[in-house]
């Protein structure tokens, strides 16, 4: 155990106060990337941050311990496993270091006390979209509400938010998706992003046209600088396409945010699902790879990157057909026309990088850290080593972000996972024998999201960290589509359709006046159900009576 803290980065610590029999005494706890330490003489302890729920205690409330000092204390009420532990400190510095930290890799429960929510500014099969305004500083957010019950009845489909939460919050570059905070109601689980102007980039070409040489050069730069960002760091988003491209504003074309990790992975690690992504942007290797084959590497990222390039320049698809079967097919076999007109008026350089990006055989294909260095972006690579220093990649996430560029996403589509299980076909990997297990298991009382994350919580680290999949690609079976626009061949089916219809009315609505989560519901809020395992904190019982099943 020492050795693993040893083996952290960027540790921050502190001395904090805590009541205890009432008395008081101090305690000693460190953070590190996914980890919270409690350190004495005779044994080092640890809890994960990624399932912990943490509230803020306001100095004038009246803790024991906050009764029993002369100083102004800041507190921290921390929850996991069904137990709870108060910790107080009079740094107000050090205590607004943590804060930020806590909000940053924990699970807070304080929605509705910290935003204002406006109105409702998209819709998916999935998720709300809402503009909100955070109370504390006037700033504007794009909140995305996610209904607990009925993820939670989709097939891994609460592994899908944790894997969200956790690919997200390891990632920190101007061109992707920035999650700021994660909350937890007893209806919803909230993901706090910035606020993007600009839409969908698909949408602004369509009433732009074809866009200038040198706005594609820039936008190509920041699509693999995106990328490069994500294979630095192990991991692979799989689901490239012009849908998850949006643009920062309405005043250029080319500042996009990549956003959407449903099916993102660590290439360290074991997925979810191995065969998945969206008909003619797929990688060919990832529509062939069986059991047994060598995993494939971060370069299928490049391919589809290849694949929106090429869209961009020409305007029609590089791998068409009249339904998703036969999409699939050419897909697969991967022949590209690069004797397209438009493709051959393009410039020399980012005609030979697109053909390199779109090799059918990873081995020769550039990767992403290979195409920056290409001739088409020499005079850009310039530029970008010498801003790049203000978007420096943190993947711990300790270090404060008040100058940070914000990114995020409004945008909301509606589409299904593919989980290709034959090159042809399209099903569901999950039987309903292990669903009915899974629920078995869960503890009657808590909500359905703190109960799977306390029993995630119980496994080893490796197996937490492998829980990959995406709340908006939860496979299902497929049915046979009629003809439809090409960027939308992946979109979800009629039954998916109808299931969200049918499951939309039970999101935690936070616009609504009356909306559920008046004061005693969030006082005995469902995120304090979640108990502690022996090998974790040592911290006392919590006395929050359980709410009822919902």
Partial sequence: MLQHMKDQSNLIEQEFLVGSKQRIKKIFLLMSEGMLFKVSELQLKRAPLLTMHVQFIDPSSDHFVQLNSDETLYGFRLSYQGKSLEIFTSDKAN??????????????????????????????????????????????????????????????????????????????????????????????????????????????????????????????????????????????????KPENLLLKSTENHYEIVLADFGLATSLNEEPLFKRCGTPGFVAPEILEYVDGMDFY?????????????????????????????????????????????????????????????????????????????????????????????????????????????????????????????????????????????????????????????????????????????????IPQKQEPKKQQDLHRLALTNSQMKNMANCKQDSFDDPTAENCNIGAMVRQYNSTRQIRIPDSSLKIKECNTPTLQKQ
Wanted: glycine share 4%.
């Fill in 297 to 473: 590497c971060d370069k299928c990222d490049v391919f589809s990157a290849g694949v929106i390039l090429y869209l961009l320049i020409t305007g029609n698809a590089p791998f068409a057909g009249a339904d998703q079967k036969s999409i699939l097919k050419s897909n697969k076999q991967c022949e590209v026309d690069f004797k397209d007109q438009q493709f051959k008026l393009a410039p020399t350089q980012m005609q030979d990088l697109v053909q390199s990006m779109l090799i059918r055989k990873p081995s020769f294909r550039l990767s992403s850290e290979e195409c920056l260095k290409h001739p088409y972006f020499k005079e850009l690579a310039k530029e970008y080593n010498r801003q790049i220093e203000l978007f420096q990649n943190n993947l711990q996430g300790y270090s404060e972000f008040k100058n940070a560029i914000k990114i995020g996403t409004q945008e909301i589509e509606q589409r299904s996972p593919l989980n290709f299980n034959s090159s042809e076909s399209i099903s569901s990997n999950i039987s309903l024998t292990k669903q009915k297990q899974r629920k078995s298991s869960i503890v009657v009382g808590a909500s359905k999201f703190s109960q799977y994350s306390a029993k995630l919580s119980k496994q080893n680290s490796r197996e937490i960290a492998g829980k990959f999949y995406s709340y908006l690609d």
């Fill in 95 to 240: 205590y607004e270091i943590w804060k930020t930290h806590f909000r940053l890799n924990c699970i807070m429960n304080n929605f509705h006390d910290a935003f204002s929510v406006s109105k409702m500014i998209g819709k998916g099969s999935f998720a709300k979209v809402y503009s909100a305004t955070k109370k504390e500083n006037n700033n504007q957010y794009a909140i995305k509400a996610f209904s607990k019950s009925y993820m939670s009845q989709q097939s891994k489909g609460i592994e899908s938010l944790l894997n969200e939460i956790k690919v997200m919050r390891r990632l920190n570059h101007p061109n992707i998706v920035k999650l700021h905070e994660v909350h937890e109601t007893t209806n919803s689980i909230y993901f706090v992003l910035d606020m993007i102007q600009g839409g969908e980039l698909l949408q602004r070409v369509r009433e732009t046209g074809f866009l200038p040489a040198q706005t594609m050069q820039k936008l190509a730069f920041n699509l693999i600088s995106a990328l490069r960002h994500m294979h630095e760091n192990n991991l692979i988003h799989r689901d490239l």
